[in-house]
């Protein structure tokens, strides 16, 4: 039994002498807020997402499918890796011409293992332009949860203009909500009670998001 399971399981416990269907809490809730804020282009969309993307200090780049992988090599090679946490399903072609050792994703590897690791290489299951976010769910192009929160550098490649939306309600309709969903708006970052800004501390302090073009 899963975490999760155990999870449930005690909140059904908990509820198991309370009446259902007797009152307005068991009514649908209703869905009919707003969708996106006005109807764009497919360009405009990206733009829209490339613009807030940037508004976050991440660090944007647009690329055709045929040079994605010099692109890669060149953003890996720009931040001195040495070594890149690879995910399994990743398209080979984005790693194709590559220097770093690639390393794995592997249940075993520990915590101070993989902060070892100068970068990782992801996918992505959406991104949002409305909010200049990036969804990852654990599929295999993105890999654990873990491998694109400790290495210090994350590039995620996003697939343009098909896995682009305009808002969190069409997100939320392509995501399925039992995987391990990560949104990331930037690079890891907060602030003190001076609001002082620091990055890292929960995450890559550099995100470079390539936009990819099919």
Avoid: F
Avoid at 107 to 121: F, H, K, N, P, Y
């Amino acid at each position: 039994m899963s975490s999760r399971d155990v999870v449930l399981a005690r909140v059904r416990r908990a509820l198991a002498d309370v009446p259902r269907g007797e009152g307005p809490e068991d009514a649908p809730v209703p869905r009919d807020y707003l969708r996106a804020h006005g109807s764009r282009t497919d360009a405009e969309r990206v733009a829209l997402l490339a613009e807030n993307l940037a508004e976050y200090r991440a660090v944007v780049h647009h690329c055709a499918e045929d040079d994605v992988h010099m692109l890669v090599m060149r953003l890996l090679n720009e931040h001195g890796t040495q070594h890149v946490l690879v995910p399994p399903g990743l398209d080979p072609w984005w790693m194709a011409a590559a220097d770093p050792v690639r390393i794995h994703d592997r249940a075993a590897s520990t915590a101070r293992e993989l902060d070892a690791v100068g970068s990782v290489v992801t996918g992505c299951a959406v991104a949002i332009a409305e909010t200049g976010t990036i969804v990852l769910d654990g599929s295999p192009d993105q890999g654990r949860r873990r491998i694109s929160l400790i290495p210090d550098h994350h590039i995620c490649v996003v697939r343009v203009p098909d896995q682009v939306v305009d808002s969190v309600p069409q997100a939320l309709e392509r995501l399925d909500p039992t995987r391990p969903l990560t949104w990331i708006s930037g690079p890891s970052a907060t602030s003190d009670i001076e609001l002082d800004r620091v990055e890292g501390v929960h995450g890559p302090r550099k995100l470079e998001v390539v936009l990819l073009s099919e």
